[in-house]
Antibody, heavy 123, light 108 residues
Framework: QVQLQESGPGLVKPSETLSLTCTVSGDSVITGLYYWSWIRQSPGKGLEWIGYIYYSGSTQYNPSLKSRITMSVDTSKNQFSLNLSSVTAADTAVYYC???????????????WGQGTLVTVSS | DIQMTQSPSSLSASVGDRVTITCRASQSISIYLNWYQQKPGKAPKLLIFAASSLQSGVPPRFSGSGSGTDFTLTISTLQPEDFATYYCQQSYSTPPYNFGQGTKVEIK
């Protein structure tokens, strides 16, 4: 059974960098069949895709956040990470990691998801 | 970007009711449409992929249909555990992988 678990600080100061890690168990990030993704959900709001990373290190980011995002993958630890720089209160959200499965170039879906971690941006 | 619009934003229903949720894309997305269920305090869970394919382990009372711009998620006989928020998500034109704003199914 594949499981994903987010970890990282729950409180980040404005203008600093939010850093989260997702640890994958029951699957390998180097499988090559999946893309490893981050999604966030602001309090009381909907879901916003942040981006994904492939085991090779190639990435795709949401254009609305692209200038502030860096993602990386650590195959030795079976983890992938998110850095979001210059955060503001608008970045306060529950951050989820998820596996993006694909069948062909356009059939893609997020499954499974981590339980999520709340990150609050506040001084 | 392709925008996804769900309707209604919320609905009240009783156990045993048939429930239908609609998702409309701002342009044609063929059948590249997925549905998720989210319960309070939990992560979303994949219900249906490719518009109508039921994810393994999901009860058959859930079904999806549609293509192009208009899609529906139907719960044939609402169960107590189905009270949740449902989201659609397109994968036709990316990035980004946009979600609908959600439909909350509440107890009547």
């Amino acid at each position: 059974q594949v499981q994903l678990q987010e970890s990282g600080p729950g409180l980040v100061k404005p203008s600093e960098t939010l850093s989260l890690t997702c640890t994958v168990s029951g699957d390998s990030v180097i499988t090559g069949l999946y893309y490893w993704s981050w999604i966030r959900q602001s309090p009381g709001k909907g879901l916003e895709w942040i981006g994904y990373i492939y085991y090779s290190g190639s990435t795709q980011y949401n254009p609305s956040l692209k200038s502030r995002i860096t993602m990386s993958v650590d195959t030795s630890k079976n983890q992938f990470s998110l850095n979001l720089s210059s955060v503001t209160a608008a970045d306060t959200a529950v951050y989820y990691c998820a596996r993006l499965g694909a069948q062909g170039p356009r059939f893609k879906w997020f499954d499974p998801w981590g339980q999520g971690t709340l990150v609050t941006v506040s001084s | 970007d392709i925008q996804m619009t769900q309707s209604p934003s919320s609905l009240s229903a009783s156990v045993g009711d048939r429930v239908t949720i609609t998702c409309r894309a701002s342009q044609s997305i063929s059948i590249y449409l997925n549905w998720y269920q989210q319960k309070p305090g939990k992560a979303p869970k994949l219900l249906i992929f490719a518009a109508s394919s039921l994810q393994s382990g999901v009860p058959p009372r859930f079904s999806g249909s549609g293509s192009g711009t208009d899609f529906t998620l139907t719960i044939s006989t609402l169960q107590p555990e189905d009270f949740a928020t449902y989201y659609c998500q397109q994968s036709y034109s990316t990035p980004p992988y946009n979600f609908g704003q959600g439909t909350k199914v509440e107890i009547k």
